[in-house]
């Protein structure tokens, strides 16, 4: 069973560049979510689809940041204007649609390590 | 508002010490999940366990335990015989079913060492 893959793993930017991040789910996982964890935390909720639909976005999620899941496959999550605060591990999550049991959860990609300079 | 407080922030064990990690959550809603996930070194986190507010039996898995209480807003976890490679930072996390997503809400995490 093939886990949550993202790519890329680690990206450096400057300051004011655009970058894209992409996360592959869980084939059969219909819900896919976004996170962003900064150092000494836990990770922060940003966005969630459900197959396609962009069905919540957190306040944290500014203008700058956009995410798209086209066909309810793979998704992107776009920074434009990046700032230092950006700096981040950005987590994709995913998991089926009906939850059942203590094994049934959400599962969790390696992240993107993305920093500003 | 939905809250999860994890007191410790780091602690260090001697291999095969029991060591138990404290949760305690905040939500006014009756339906609700309780999670626990391990990030080690290499930052992927990994799922542990789900738990369903309507479930208060214990889960066992090998070396780990769940102790679920909703009198005390409490999910502990603990791990008996701890090993080296149980060193990870552990959260606890909340969700509700509100609008059908499994949004998480986590813990600050817990820093666990385990010397050899």
């Known amino acids: 069973d093939t886990g949550v893959s993202q790519d890329p793993r680690h990206k450096i930017t400057k300051r004011g560049q655009n970058v894209t991040f992409r996360c592959d789910p869980i084939s059969e996982h219909n819900r896919l979510y976004w996170y962003r964890q900064t150092l000494g935390q836990g990770p922060e909720f940003l966005t969630y689809?459900?197959?396609?639909?962009?069905?919540?976005k957190s306040r944290l999620l500014s203008d700058r940041f956009s995410a798209e899941r086209p066909k309810g496959s793979f998704s992107t999550l776009e920074i434009q204007r990046t700032e230092q605060g950006d700096s981040a591990m950005y987590l994709c999550?995913?998991?089926?649609?009906?939850?059942?049991?203590?094994?049934?959860?959400?599962?969790f990609g390696p992240g993107t390590r993305l920093t500003v300079t | 508002a939905q809250k999860v407080t994890q007191a410790q922030t780091e602690i260090s064990v001697v291999e095969k010490e029991d060591v138990t990690l404290d949760c305690v959550y905040e939500t006014r809603d009756t339906t609700y999940y309780l999670f626990w996930y391990k990030q080690p070194p290499s930052g992927e986190l990994v799922f542990l366990i789900r738990?369903?507010?309507?479930?208060?039996q214990n889960e066992i898995s090998g070396r780990y335990s769940w102790n679920f209480q909703k009198s005390t807003s409490s999910f502990n976890f603990t791990i008996t015989a701890s090993q080296v490679v149980d060193s990870a930072v552990y959260f606890c996390?909340?969700?509700?079913?509100?609008?059908?997503?499994?949004?998480?809400?986590f813990g600050k995490g817990m820093k666990l060492t385990v010397n050899p």
């Open positions: 996390a909340l969700s509700l079913p509100e609008g059908g997503s499994e949004k998480l809400v």
């Open positions: 689809f459900q197959n396609e639909a962009q069905l919540e």
């Open positions: 999550a995913s998991s089926p649609y009906a939850l059942s049991g203590p094994r049934s959860g959400v599962y």
């Open positions: 738990r369903n507010s309507f479930d208060e």
